[in-house]
């Protein structure tokens, strides 16, 4: 069983389009975040969810939209694609206890290629 | 925002060499943590550090987080092929609402030359 799943774990699509990126975590863990690493392999937290709350937000495009509708599950959605956006969005969760992060688990990635 | 600084961006040994990373805040952590990330994979967490001068040891990696809590290394001694990959540090701030936020450092790409 894979702790914490993403699709689609490629994406192809044109400019100006809309696309989603599912992730679901199976540890019953109450926080989940997405991650964005682009083309040098930076890697950077875009948004957390604790309990379906929304607790970190980034400075990230209001065109990116997350949407967490239980604790086991965060979705991404993004709106007008611009070339910038390719990159591997890694969803990631994690147990936060008494403000510690915990390990953090990662999903497989999801390779999104605008052309 | 948060910096975490990784030295050095590539590092090519030949096997059997040893290899450190260094990872640098420009403020106090709350904890590190590193992760292992293979080639077309996804980061594996390796160990959380979290108290001042802090050595843990796994098997041939050995991790440091410094007095200040402001550094951190990660030693391998005599690399493998196995050890291919980029790792990463990530430091814990506590943030203006209280919240633990991780920010990863710019990783240390390690190529084994056999």
């Known amino acids: 069983d894979t702790a914490v799943s993403q699709t689609p774990k490629y994406l192809v699509t044109q400019m100006g389009n809309d696309k989603s990126i599912k992730c679901e975590q199976n540890?019953?863990?109450?926080?989940m975040y997405w991650y964005k690493q682009d083309s040098k392999k930076f890697l950077k937290i875009m948004f957390s969810y604790n309990n379906k709350e929304l607790i970190i937000n980034e400075t990230v495009p209001n065109r990116f939209s997350p949407k967490s509708p239980d604790k086991a599950h965060l979705n991404l959605h993004i709106n007008s694609l611009e070339l910038g956006d390719s990159a591997v969005y890694f969803c990631a969760s994690s147990q936060v206890r008494m403000m510690n992060t915990g390990e953090l688990f990662f999903g497989e990635g999801s390779r999104l290629t605008v052309l | 925002g948060q910096q975490v600084m990784q030295i050095p961006q590539y590092q090519h040994v030949q096997e059997g060499e040893d290899f450190t990373t260094y990872c640098n805040s420009s403020?106090?952590?709350?904890?590190i943590q590193w992760y292992k990330q293979r080639p077309g994979g996804h980061p594996v967490f390796l160990i959380q550090?979290?108290?001042?001068?802090e050595v843990k040891k796994q098997k041939r990696l050995t991790f440091q987080f410094g007095e200040a809590k402001k550094n951190s290394s990660l030693h391998i001694t005599a690399t493998q092929t196995t050890d291919v990959g980029t790792y990463f540090c990530?430091?814990?701030?506590?943030?203006?609402?209280?919240?633990?936020?991780?920010?990863f450092g710019t990783g240390t790409r390690l190529t084994i030359i056999p």
């Open positions: 550090l979290v108290k001042s001068g």
């Open positions: 540890l019953g863990h109450d926080t």
């Open positions: 403020t106090t952590l709350s904890n």
């Open positions: 990530a430091g814990g701030y506590i943030s203006n609402f209280g919240n633990e936020k991780l920010t």
